[in-house]
């Protein structure tokens, strides 16, 4: 599967900056989408996107769905279970350094916290996050930049109940914002390897949409509604689906669902 | 175009940016900020000024940050410039989208407004030029701009019909028509209720249309749960159109990826509002929900229906990818000469020897030349349908034919064992660099992979068990790779022997042990006892442990107790005395028995707990323990410990200071136990300083003196203490004695009488002399 995401990601069509082997690069500036990754536990997926973003230069923030923020633990049936939004990434990490180092170094997590913990402070949950709520004192928060609003153009779940959760989420609260949103969902596994593929594949969709509406900014006046026809007319809405649509094919292993929300 | 053309605009978007920072900061900046910007970005500024000023209105008229009193201020502050940006700005889409957005916010804090404040006719007559200005821009405008219109028409309904109150009181949702008084001078209701109809039906259109633009649907959709719930009077409508809207329309048209997209987007946008509105809104008694759930099983089956064709045909697909031409006729052609079938035996079918390097497990135990053969998977038949297979086969076959084949792998595998053996050698001569065959822990399969179909979403559990599978993803290459590095070493089949267990200390034996044996404790309170009226009468052909119930499962502990360790204890003491002597101070019980001593524990505990309808178990113990220690004896194993005597005499301990005069089981349990010593039965005498307890400490020696003869020398040996101890035993204890020892009593007074002369001697002589 790795070769055929791999072919595909040098065939993208965005033609945007290559990545650097370690996911930075120049900024470009410009006209910029804001994102906003989820997952279950807003440890592995949505924080592997969130950090691939904002090394790409995108306003991130990330969250997950679950009702607790759940880790793997000596067993099965006796996993790592903490509150989101009061516990630090920080203070996971010690806990579990001090439980068992070995076990959770050779399970990948305290390096998955290691990077998460220079991420941002801790998990959110997406049920609890207040939509539109200036995110002002979140200066050291990777991905802050441009994120200043609270809001977000384009959501990116992570696996289908995700999705349906913050879907149903976004229904229960009635959209008071008025605003509109792209929610898609990437079906990523939750491991290491397809996290980080992911990730990847989040980049290359976020490469792709920005350079949608990055057109749709540079049009301006009577030339954005006369001129050209078509795909060169329609606006970056419109696109959204047909972006997907591609880079589906450059993702085959990923399947994509999408839809128009509000927040 | 630029309003002022001093400072380039990007230095103008640089101030705004940093103010709009300030108001996010301080909320209390917000309104003198909107109305600082308000002049620069009005409809004579740069499409430029005029995209962000838009943007910044709709964020700041929606931003949750403030009070809804703040919010009527700010609304009412900007009306004019919302309606000046919305009628001056015919083309730019962005422009547009926001500024509707804005007015999407601004509508129902307007109406609250005018509610309160009919007099303020100036705000009801701009946001209505607002209105009828979106509204008739709505149909001819592009895709992002419908966006918004659907928006605002959803927020204009929200605020015009009658809530039912469940809606939560933020962001402006709580207003509705039940705010409206009936003689309000500038709000009609009945008017504004007959406009949110006619806007919804507007609203509703693209769903009865049945449209392809995912886009508008999905907008639509999206915002019509909390009319549902909250505004019973459009609930009916909205649900018999959703009802009626067939989002799987496209599967008729060619599946390009965007269709597919589309498609599936409306599919399942519709199916959430549905579950939302079966989850939230619905009461079950209502009509609809019977046909809400038949419509999201019926779309259900229909996605999976369109999107699963691919699937089985990929499936086919990968049988003809197999490049192995028509599998069944090559079978037919080759099947005699391939397989080694008893149809021909007269020719000796050729093993072919393997190819040289490493080699699958399948292609060792493949004996086939046909491609198309070999290409099959055997694990796609059903196991059942193998073994039915296989069994008629083995039947049918020719024993030289099956013979041939076995010898045939077997010569392979001797080859391949040689193989490795060398290629182990050249692995130590060259250590582990550049040996091809070695596993590579970083793109090693997952387990993950392969247990695809086991993937399950909505169990927790499954996330975990991948995150637990995939540490080997980082964890560092284990040496026990090693042995295994080269796959000619694994097919090797040397000989396998099996770790060493870890070493235990006694420490953790001893804990382990008591574990063991508590548990072994576990499930006698669950055990039915079968009252003694039930007890079928076996005699002496009973087995010991036949039913599981409590009395077979009490034998089990006490032979786990006494026997289990039989043999092994004199090794141990040894041991434990070559260690004592080595290391002092290592005290503890010897490990082979620490397991039989905490069974004995706590059978002890479990007797003494209700030690009067347990005396039985008792019984059955000692007489365990006694069996057991003369088997001891007569195997001859020296300083092996004996117990009988030990655990006797901590019962009878246990008993005595719980005894009343009633407990005739002292008397039961001293008969039935195998054997009885002085020291035991010296125990009774204690009885007798208590004059309660007294007759039944005598009646018990009598019932031994008289029913139990090879003790009856003991038993009189300690009614004859007894009578020496305690006064007050005296009378019976000499009516007793006179019976069974006649002579004794008075043999005693006169010892006793002549000690008497004895020791008062002294006196005696001195008083006679005087």
């Known amino acids: 599967m790795d070769t055929a995401n791999g072919n595909a990601t ?17 900024d470009p500036g410009g006209f910029k989408l804001k994102f906003c990754t989820v997952c279950a536990s807003n440890q592995n997926r949505s924080m592997e996107g969130h950090l691939r973003l904002a090394l790409a230069n995108y306003p991130v923030i990330s969250f997950g769905t679950g009702s607790l923020v759940r880790l793997p633990g000596p067993t099965i049936t006796q996993p790592n279970v903490y509150k989101f939004n009061e516990t630090s990434y920080d203070s996971i990490y010690r806990e579990l350094e001090a439980k068992d180092p070995r076990l959770y170094r050779a399970n990948g997590l305290l390096n998955m916290l290691g990077r998460n913990r220079n991420i941002k402070w801790g998990p959110e949950r997406w049920q609890d996050w207040q939509v539109g709520m200036p995110r002002v004192k979140k200066e050291t928060d990777k991905g802050f930049e441009g994120m200043e609003g609270g809001v977000a153009d384009i959501v990116i779940t992570c696996e289908e ?8 989420d976004l229904l229960n609260r009635g959209s008071p914002l008025n605003r509109a949103v792209h929610v898609i969902n990437i079906d990523i596994k939750d491991n290491h390897e397809e996290a980080s593929v992911g990730g990847k594949a989040m980049v290359d969709l976020a490469d792709s949409l920005n350079q949608v509406a990055k057109e749709e900014r540079e049009k301006v006046g009577a030339a954005a509604f006369d001129s050209g026809s078509g795909a060169a007319r329609a606006s970056f809405d419109e696109r959204v689906p047909e972006v997907i649509g591609e880079w589906q094919e450059r993702w085959p292993n990923l399947p994509a669902t999408w839809t128009l929300a509000w927040f | 175009m630029a309003s002022t053309p001093a400072v380039p605009i990007e230095e103008q978007l640089k101030q705004l940016n940093a103010a709009r920072k300030l108001a996010l900061e301080n909320s209390a900046y917000y309104d003198r900020i909107v109305k600082g910007v308000l002049p620069v970005i009005g409809p004579t500024s740069s499409i430029e000024l005029k995209r962000w000023g838009a943007e910044f209105l709709a964020e700041s008229l929606a931003t949750p940050v403030l009070s809804m009193r703040d919010k009527e201020s700010l609304t009412l502050s900007v009306l004019d410039t919302l309606k000046s940006l919305l009628e001056s700005e015919q083309d730019d889409a962005i422009v547009l989208k926001a500024s509707i957005a804005a007015a999407a916010s601004a509508y129902p804090v307007v109406l609250r407004w005018i509610i309160h404040n009919s007099y303020h006719t100036e705000a009801w007559e701009q946001i209505s030029a607002i209105k009828s200005r979106i509204l008739r821009i709505w149909d001819g405008a592009p895709a992002p701009v419908r966006l918004s219109c659907i928006k605002f028409a959803q927020r204009v309904v929200l605020a015009q019909t009658t809530s039912n109150g469940q809606e939560v009181k933020y962001g402006g949702l709580d207003i509705s028509l039940s705010m409206v008084p009936a003689n309000h001078p500038l709000l009609d209701p009945r008017l504004m209720e007959a406009e949110a109809t006619g806007l919804l039906d507007r609203m509703l259109g693209v769903l009865q249309d049945n449209s392809n633009d995912a886009l508008l649907v999905d907008a639509t959709l999206n915002c019509l749960s909390i009319l549902i719930r909250t505004r019973p009077s459009t609930s009916n409508r909205i649900i018999n159109c959703v009802l009626n809207f067939n989002p799987l329309k496209l599967a008729n048209s060619p599946m390009t990826p965007k269709n597919k997209v589309l498609m599936k987007s409306m599919e399942k946008t519709t199916r959430m509002l549905m579950i939302n509105i079966l989850k939230r809104h619905v009461d079950p008694n209502n009509q609809h929900s019977g046909r809400v759930q038949q419509y999201v099983e019926r779309l259900m089956r229909s996605r999976a229906e369109i999107f699963d064709e691919a699937g089985r045909k990929r499936q086919l697909a990968d049988q003809a990818a197999a490049q192995y031409g028509d599998l069944k006729r090559q079978k037919m052609q080759d099947a005699s000469a391939a397989a080694p079938e008893p149809a021909a035996p007269a020719q000796p079918a050729v093993i072919p020897p393997l190819a040289p390097g490493p080699q699958t497990l399948a292609a060792v135990f493949t004996l086939t030349n046909n491609p198309g053969l070999q290409a099959f998977d055997a694990t796609s038949i059903p196991a059942n349908l193998v073994a039915k297979i296989v069994a008629r086969t083995l039947n049918t076959l020719d024993q030289s034919v099956l013979d041939f084949a076995v010898n045939g792998i077997r010569s392979r595998l001797h080859t391949l064992q040689a193989a490795a053996v060398t290629a182990a050698a050249q692995y130590a001569a060259h250590g582990a660099a550049g040996l091809p065959g070695a596993i590579n822990p970083a793109t090693a399969p997952l387990g993950v992979e392969e247990d695809d179909d086991d993937y399950e979403p909505n169990l927790d559990a499954a996330e975990d068990t991948e995150q637990i599978l995939n540490k080997l993803d980082n964890a560092p290459p284990e040496t026990a790779l090693d042995e295994y590095a080269d796959p000619n070493a694994a097919l090797g089949l040397g000989p396998f022997t099996l770790a060493p267990p870890p070493l235990i200390d006694a420490d953790v034996a001893s804990k382990l042990s008591s574990a063991a044996a508590s548990r072994l404790f576990g499930p006698l309170s669950s055990l039915s006892s079968e009252g003694p009226s039930k007890k079928p009468k076996a005699g002496i052909n009973r087995l010991a442990a036949s039913s599981y119930d409590r009395d077979s499962w009490l034998t089990v502990a006490t032979r786990l107790a006494t026997r289990s360790t039989f043999g092994l204890e004199e090794e141990e003491q040894e041991e434990q005395t070559s260690a004592v002597k080595s290391e002092e101070g290592a005290v503890s019980y010897p490990l082979a028995s620490t397991f039989n001593q905490s069974i004995r524990e706590m059978l002890f505990t479990y007797i003494l707990e209700d030690w009067r309808p347990r005396i039985e178990v008792a019984v059955a113990w000692l007489s365990e323990e006694w069996y057991n220690d003369q088997l001891t004896k007569r195997t001859g194993l020296r300083n092996a410990p004996l117990h009988y005597e030990t655990w006797a005499l901590r019962l009878l301990d246990g008993f005595m200071t719980f005894i009343t005069a009633q407990d005739k089981v002292l008397t039961r349990f001293l008969a039935e136990i195998p054997e009885l010593s002085g020291e035991l ?35 009189l040996d300690t009614v004859g203490g007894i009578w020496v101890e305690y006064e007050e035993a005296r009378p019976l204890a000499a009516k007793y004695l006179s019976k069974w020892r006649p002579g004794w009593v008075e043999q005693q007074m006169h010892l006793q009488a002549a000690k008497a002369v004895a020791g008062g001697g002294g006196n005696g002589a001195a008083g006679i002399a005087a």
């Open chain 1, 10 to 26: 040098t065939a993208s069509a965005a033609p945007a900056a290559l990545a650097q082997p370690n996911g930075h690069r120049e």
């Open chain 2, 681 to 715: 039965l010296g125990r009774l005498k204690t009885l007798c300083g208590d004059p309660n307890t007294l007759g039944l400490a005598m009646t018990s020696l009598l019932y031994l003196v008289m029913m139990r003869p090879p003790a009856r020398e003991l038993a």
């Open chain 1, 161 to 168: 109940r995700c999705w349906d959760a913050v879907i149903d």
